[in-house]
């Protein structure tokens, strides 16, 4: 007696459109806002992180920045395309820098609202990845 194919394949055509659609529809727009946002964050044993901000394309309007897990949440609006901003952190968090991600709100003219997220690194350390989401 031969198998019946028709439900596995069903199945599987059913999952590849799934992730299809989950992941964007295979095309990747992070590599877009790759090339046009960069965002660093470094702590310096001086006592302070340096949170940079730069679009390629200067087409940013405004950005709001927050630095969470501070027991007051770090809030600060800037606007045009390019800021560098100094934050005091007399010490290293005891739990390490991923309790205080930076988030940074963008209002772009043509990409429209975009989310960046990043982590604080120590000077001489590699930067960690940036995530790009569009809400």
């Given at each position: 007696m031969a198998k019946k194919l028709g439900p596995?394949?069903?199945l599987g055509v059913i999952t590849i459109l799934a992730i299809v659609f989950l992941t964007g529809g295979g095309t990747d727009d992070k590599d877009i806002l790759r090339e046009i946002f960069q965002v660093n964050a470094v702590y310096y044993e001086s006592g302070h992180v340096e949170v940079s901000f730069l679009d390629k394309s200067s087409k940013t309007n405004s950005v709001v920045?927050?630095?969470l897990g501070m027991d007051?949440?770090?809030q600060k609006s800037f606007t045009g395309s390019?800021?560098?901003e100094i934050i005091a952190f007399p010490n290293p968090p005891k739990y390490g820098w991923e309790?205080?991600?930076?988030v940074l709100d963008v209002?772009?003219?043509e990409l429209g609202h975009i989310q960046l997220k990043t982590e604080v690194h120590?000077?001489?350390?590699?930067?960690?990845?940036?995530?790009y989401s569009r809400p």
């Open positions: 596995p394949i069903v920045m927050e630095i007051e949440t770090f390019e800021f560098i309790i205080h991600p930076i209002d772009h003219n120590i000077q001489g350390d590699p930067s960690p990845p940036v995530i």
